[in-house]
Structure formats: C-alpha cells, structure tokens
C-alpha cells in the first residue's frame, strides 16, 4: 500500500501562486533594506547548541528543535539516565547542533567570528527560515521566514530612527495600515526597582509581554507565582495602563521613575527618538506602550513592536536595542539595534485584505499557440524577440488541440494569445487575442511587443 504524503504540522507547501506573492514581499522588504544602506548575509540553517542554548530565556530554550548527532547518538550516552528516561539530562549527550531560532543570536556569532573582516558599525540584512517547536495555530508556524535588519557597532539613537523609517517605508509600499509599539528595556527595569524587585526584571517583563495574549489577570496570576509581592502588583497596575499622548505618558513615567538611575535614561532614550521621529514627520504611528516588553532576554534598550491594524493577527515585526550579545561569544562592548519583519504573517494579513497587486510582473504574460510545422518554427522567432523585450511569454510545448491551449491559457491567467498561422506568417504579423476582452487583431511584433508593454 502506497505510503500517504504530508508534512510536518506548523509547515506548508508554496504553490507557484503563493511563491508568486511571498516573492512580492521579499523583493519589497529587501528593495529597502538595500536603499538604506544594509548588505546582505546568509548564516547556516543549523548551529551548534552552545551557541543557541540560554540566549532566549527558559522558555525560549525548550522551542529549540535539537538535531540528533550523526550515526549512533546513544553510544555516549549515559547508560543510567537512559534507563531513567531522564531526556533533558541527556541532551549534550546526543545532540550537539540545533536548527536556528531565529536570525539575531546566530548573526552575534557571525559578527565575533568575521570581526576582521567586516567594518563598522556593520549593516546588514538577512532572509531565511527559522523554527520553533512550539504549538502550531493562525499565524504560529514552526517553519517561517524572517526578513531582518541590524547595524551593530554603534550606541546612536539614530539607527532606531532608521529602522522606524524602514518600518513606515515597508508597509507603505505593501499597503498595510499598521501601528508601531515602542518602549524600552531600561524603563522596565526601572519600573522593577521602584517596585522593589529588581531581581526579578526578566519575570516581570515576560509576564507583561503576554498581557495581550493572556489578559491582565493572567498576568497577575503569573506575577504572584514568581514570588512579586501583592503591593508590588497593585503599584505595576497603573504603570502598565497609562494612557494618553506619548509626551503625557513621559511625563507621568518621569514621576513614577524619579528615583532610578536606569529607569530615567530609558526615557531619556525615548525622549530623543520622539524628537527625531516628530522632524521626520513620518506617516507611521508610533505609541509609548509600557507593556511591550519583548520575552528575549538579550535586549537592553528600545524595543519595537509592528501590529497590523485591520487584521487580528500577533505582531508582524519587532527587534530592539541589544548591547553586548556578542559579548557572549568573547567580543565585548559591542552594541546592536535590529528588527525583523515575519514575512509568513505579513503574506497572511495581504492575502486576508487582498492587498497583492493583480499584476505582479511574474506571471507569463503572452503564451504563443503552437499549431506546429513552419508556423512553429516562425512562433519560435517572435517568442525570442519578444523576450528579449523583457515580456514574460512561452511557446506551448505541444501541437495539442486549441481548446486544450486556450484552457491552459486561461487556469494560468495569461493576458494575452498570440495566434501565428500560415497567413501570418506571409505578412510577417501575428494575431493577438485580449484574453479578458476578447478582443482579436492583426499586430505587427513591434505594435506587438508595444502593446504587451503598455499593459
């Protein structure tokens, strides 16, 4: 019996249709990255675990798909914590390599290990895969592409302007209505020692940064598990629900951090790239929200959420300000600031609102009849120089019947026919047929090509 395909659930299969529209996103999301000034790079889909393990807090640390060592993988292993099923224990054992994360830790590596050969501060860009062992669900896929962009080497405030830029410039072009979400680590950690508990910074902000997903009680449910006291709970509670404009919330926040040293130059922060962004006048909101804290624990200033506005969907971009992540493989003081837009949501939330343009360039454009012989070989001319034009067009393979070609035509959405028999040929004309109109006439290749063009 014939063994039933499928594939890994939280992966998908792209039709051409969909690669099509994918590609749209990539060539937009890329066309700005390269006008701003950032190369790309490519890093291996797989690292060593070392390299990943404890750069994404605990609960990061259990979405990592671990590879199995090549060959035998139990012939090191513990014979005791075999026989205990004791799995977490065993892991350095059998397995020294995982499948990438996401881009951010593995381009720290890259950085420390090409340090001499790059210049800085160093911008690049990079689009590839990424997994995640996690539940699959609308939008949570455990194979998706991310689009990133990070310059590191520099402490200016001025690149986080930039990647704002680059945010507004993005979904300007893909015609998305979106909101950016900025705070930053260091008023969060403000926010903890006001509370009286600044150990516990990395419990706080993964706990805030479920707010939308879990809900407020939730929240404070996770807060009390952690061991915050309940009078630290009730004074979080008006931080995290400040409102109004974003200078009202730096005002209040101001007064709410007086007394910490970090929490105030968080602000300070935040103060100067609202300066910036208010020179630029730039189409993209951008909203103050306190209780976007990013679950990654390597970031250490300004934090970036992107949400779509007219799709209920999670965040489709975000990054932050990390300073000293290559500081873990050996090179110290070396600060970065990057964001990465999450191509599979964006195809998502465009194809929901229909947002890809019906004429992406890609497709063929004109397919030629073939009715074989002579007229086969004189199709075979025209077809050259109509390429040479830049049109997309194909000769179809076969003398099959014409209904068999029209209806090839048709499923494939080719605009236009292109008709060459006998007559044709001793005019040296060809008959082009609008497939949406109908519309047939007599066209020389140059009128031809002409009219192709002006579609």
């Not at 986080?160 to 015609?175: A, F, G, S």
């Not at 404009?245 to 968080?266: H, Q, R, Y």
């Not at 465009?350 to 890809?356: A, K, R, S, T, Y």
Request: charged share 25%; aromatic share 8%.
């Amino acid at each position: 019996m014939a063994q039933k395909p499928g594939i890994p659930k939280g992966t998908r299969d792209f039709t051409p249709v969909e690669m099509v529209k994918r590609n749209y996103i990539f060539d937009t999301v890329r066309s700005v990255f390269q006008k701003y000034g950032y190369l790309p790079i490519e890093t291996p889909a797989m690292e060593n675990l070392s390299t990943l393990m404890g750069k994404y807090g605990e609960e990061g640390d259990k979405l990592l798909f671990k590879i199995l060592n090549s060959g035998d993988y139990l012939k090191k292993a513990d014979a005791q914590l075999l026989a205990e099923k004791q799995s977490n224990k065993l892991m350095n054992q059998i397995s020294e390599k995982g499948l990438r994360y996401d881009l951010t830790v593995p381009f720290a590596r890259f950085v420390v290990q090409h340090q001499n050969e790059i210049t800085f501060p160093f911008k690049r860009y990079q689009i590839q895969p990424v997994w995640r062992a996690d539940r699959p669900q609308k939008g949570r896929y455990r194979e998706f592409f991310q689009c990133d962009v990070d310059v590191v080497g520099s402490n200016s405030l001025l690149n986080e302007v930039e990647l704002i830029q680059i945010v507004d410039e993005v979904y300007r072009m893909l015609n998305i209505n979106v909101v950016l979400k900025l705070n930053n680590r260091k008023v969060l950690s403000g926010i903890a020692e006001v509370l009286g508990a600044a150990d516990k910074i990395i419990d706080i902000t993964v706990a805030i940064d479920k707010l939308d997903k879990i809900g407020l009680e939730k929240v404070n449910e996770e807060l009390v598990s952690k061991g915050l006291s309940q009078e630290a709970i009730d004074t979080l509670q008006p931080i995290i629900n400040l409102s109004g404009t974003n200078d009202e919330k730096l005002v209040e926040l101001k007064a709410v951090l007086a007394n910490s040293e970090i929490g105030m130059k968080g602000i300070e922060e935040l103060e100067k790239v609202f300066v910036y962004l208010k020179a630029l006048h730039l189409d993209l909101e951008v909203e103050l929200d306190l209780t976007l804290a990013r679950g990654l624990n390597y970031y250490t200033g300004a934090i970036f959420e992107v949400k779509a506005r007219d799709v209920a969907i999670g965040s489709i971009t975000g990054g932050g300000r990390y300073d000293d992540l290559t500081g873990i493989f050996g090179l110290k003081d070396v600060s970065g600031v990057g964001i990465s837009f999450g191509a599979d949501r964006i195809y998502d939330v465009m194809n929901q609102l229909e947002l890809f343009p019906k004429n992406d360039g890609v497709r063929t454009q004109a397919l030629f009849i073939n009715f074989g012989g002579e007229d086969e070989l004189y199709a075979l001319e025209v077809l050259k120089s109509v390429r040479a034009a830049g049109i997309n067009s194909e000769l179809y393979p076969d003398n099959a019947k014409m209904k068999k070609q029209m209806t090839y035509a048709n499923k494939n959405e080719i605009p236009f026919v292109i008709l060459i028999g006998e007559k044709e040929r001793q005019e040296q004309v060809v008959t082009l047929k609008n497939m949406e109109s109908g519309e047939q006439s007599s066209v020389s290749v140059e009128e031809l090509i002409k009219i192709i063009n002006n579609i």
